[in-house]
């Protein structure tokens, strides 16, 4: 079957990554009969270059026109770039934001996936993730904290600040209903997050989740205050399976969950809407300071290809046949620089590329 999928290679090592996913994909169209269409779009640092502006309406338009959107990674170095002279809303950033709001993206899945070859990443102790751990932060993005009204000013001479935190129901049922369903492909677990002790949008989340649950029987649901989870993650993090949660706390806990993991190249992420479409990315940046060296891990953005094709194509078996060959290389000792260790073999970023494509079509 035919599917359209938008290419964003991006700044930095973006175009190298995305490479090596494309070289991944391919593998898995022709191993499994699909057929994969890909137009390449501009976004961030490129697109100043090529347009003058972060994000164009051409862009927009034909990213709404894919099934699904694969990008590698936008933006540059900070200090010598000169896409940073330019005012903020035209830098490379206000390009991602722009079209994330653009395809009304409110749900971010951020998979925490400790492999057991690279447990001596993982800052925890060994006891704590022995066999390594697999859970998933879906995290709401486009609400809350980030989005209500603020202002600062001056209250009896004294400077004051104020932000506001606003839910409202339609807004939790959806990404409640994206996490109940992603519990659904994996182990039939969710943990809602919230501060229900103090905030009244937390006992709306917890409401508004309780109700959505019901449609869901199979999947397990119990509640987690935010400081208590935050606690969970280096404590236990093998009890997890999806955790829900609002912007904000969304926004530390997937950090601190990828801290965790101890290797930034191999972690995927896809941002979704209300229809099936999704903006799939690796969590790392666009590391100007290895671009054009060959030395970037490719596997996150390969994962992030996986997540694509599981989540906005439903083809689940292509998308376990590329887990299974990223597992099956780290498990015969190649590894990127980034997560290289004594007695295994080191790949620049074609190579790994290579070396996933090849057990595919094996
Ligand atoms: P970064 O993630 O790009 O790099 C942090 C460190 O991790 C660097 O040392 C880098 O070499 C290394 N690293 C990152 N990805 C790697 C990979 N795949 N393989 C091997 N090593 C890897 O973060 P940064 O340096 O803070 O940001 C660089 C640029 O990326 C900035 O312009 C920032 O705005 C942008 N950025 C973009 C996104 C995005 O596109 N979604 C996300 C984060 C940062």
Redesign the pocket.
């Known amino acids: 079957m035919g599917y359209n999928i938008g290419l964003i290679p991006?700044d930095?090592?973006g175009p190298e990554?995305i490479n090596e996913a494309v070289k991944v994909l391919d593998a898995v169209a022709d191993k499994y009969g699909d057929d994969f269409n890909y137009s390449r779009l501009f976004l961030?640092g490129a697109s100043i270059d090529a347009y003058g502006v972060p994000l164009t309406e051409e862009t927009v338009a034909k990213a709404k026109e894919q099934d699904a959107v694969l990008?590698g990674?936008?933006?540059?170095?900070?200090k010598t770039s000169p896409w940073y002279r330019l005012e903020p809303s035209k830098r490379?950033?206000a390009g991602?934001l722009g079209i994330r709001k653009a395809l009304n993206l409110f749900a971010n899945l951020r998979p925490a996936v400790l492999y057991k070859e690279l447990s001596g990443a993982c800052p925890l102790k060994e006891e704590l993730t022995e066999g390594g751990f697999d859970f998933m932060i879906m995290r709401e993005l486009t609400g809350g904290l980030y989005f209500g009204e603020r202002k600062t000013y001056e209250e009896n001479g004294i400077r004051t600040a104020m932000d506001t935190l606003v839910y409202n129901e339609d807004e939790i049922r959806r990404i409640a209903i994206k996490a109940f369903e992603t519990a659904k492909r994996r182990n039939n677990k969710v943990t809602s997050v919230d501060k229900a002790n103090v905030l009244d949008s937390s006992r709306l989340w917890r409401s508004v989740v309780e109700e959505v649950s019901k449609d869901y029987p199979g999947v397990m649901l119990e509640h987690m205050l935010v400081d208590n989870c935050a606690m969970q993650i280096v404590r236990n993090p093998k009890q997890f399976d999806v955790i829900l949660t609002e912007n904000m706390f969304g926004d530390i806990l997937s950090d601190e969950a990828s801290m965790v993991t101890g290797s930034?190249?191999m972690l995927a992420s896809a941002s979704l809407n209300d229809t099936s479409f999704g903006l799939y990315?690796?969590?790392?940046?666009?590391?100007?300071?290895?671009a054009g060296q060959n030395?970037?891990?490719?596997i996150?953005t390969i994962l992030s290809a996986s997540m694509m094709l599981r989540f906005s194509l439903d083809l689940a078996m292509e998308a376990d046949a590329i887990d299974r060959a990223v597992a099956i290389v780290l498990e015969e000792g190649y590894r990127?620089?980034?997560i290289m260790s004594e007695g295994n073999t080191l790949l620049g970023t074609k190579e790994m590329g290579d070396m996933i494509a090849g057990k595919i079509k094996r």
């Open positions: 991006g930095g090592i990554i961030g990008m990674s936008i933006g540059g170095d900070a490379p950033e991602l930034i190249g990315e690796p969590s790392h940046g666009s590391a100007p300071d290895i030395k970037a891990n490719p996150a990127t620089v980034d």
